[in-house]
């Protein structure tokens, strides 16, 4: 069965770095395009990120460019979210999600096209 698992997460002061990681079972992770969403209190889910089969192209919110980095490594089958100079308003529940595409080298970052997600984990940034 296809599974998910983010970890990573926790409470980090404002400016600090976190590493968040997505790891597969069930499925080798190379013919799935990976994305990551964030979902705060009374707000929508927004996409993050996101990053193709190859890891050749990758895609991020504007809210996040030049703070945040996706990265895969198939052979460990995970992806991985590099997070610095994080503000109060990344505060939120991260999910990873899995997306089989043909393509290569293009990623999208519409929640509605992915099929499998992980369980999210908490990222909260607070002094």
């Known amino acids: 069965q296809l599974q998910l698992v983010e970890s990573g997460g926790g409470l980090v002061q404002p400016g600090g770095s976190l590493r968040l990681s997505c790891v597969a079972s069930?499925?080798?992770?190379?013919?799935?395009?990976i994305g990551w969403f964030r979902q705060a209190p009374g707000k929508e889910r927004e996409g993050v990120s996101c990053?193709?089969?190859?890891?050749?192209?990758?895609d991020y919110t504007n809210s996040v460019k030049g703070r945040f980095t996706i990265s895969r490594d198939n052979a460990k089958n995970a992806v991985y979210l590099q997070m610095n100079s994080l503000k109060p308003e990344d505060t939120a529940v991260y999910y990873c999600?899995?997306?089989?595409?043909?393509?290569?080298?293009?990623?999208?970052?519409?929640?509605?096209?992915?099929?499998?997600w992980g369980q999210g984990t908490q990222v909260t940034v607070s002094s």
């Open positions: 999600a899995a997306l089989a595409l043909g393509v290569q080298h293009m990623c999208v970052m519409t929640s509605g096209f992915y099929d499998d």
């Open positions: 069930g499925f080798t992770l190379d013919y799935y395009v």
């Open positions: 990053i193709s089969r190859s890891g050749s192209s990758t």
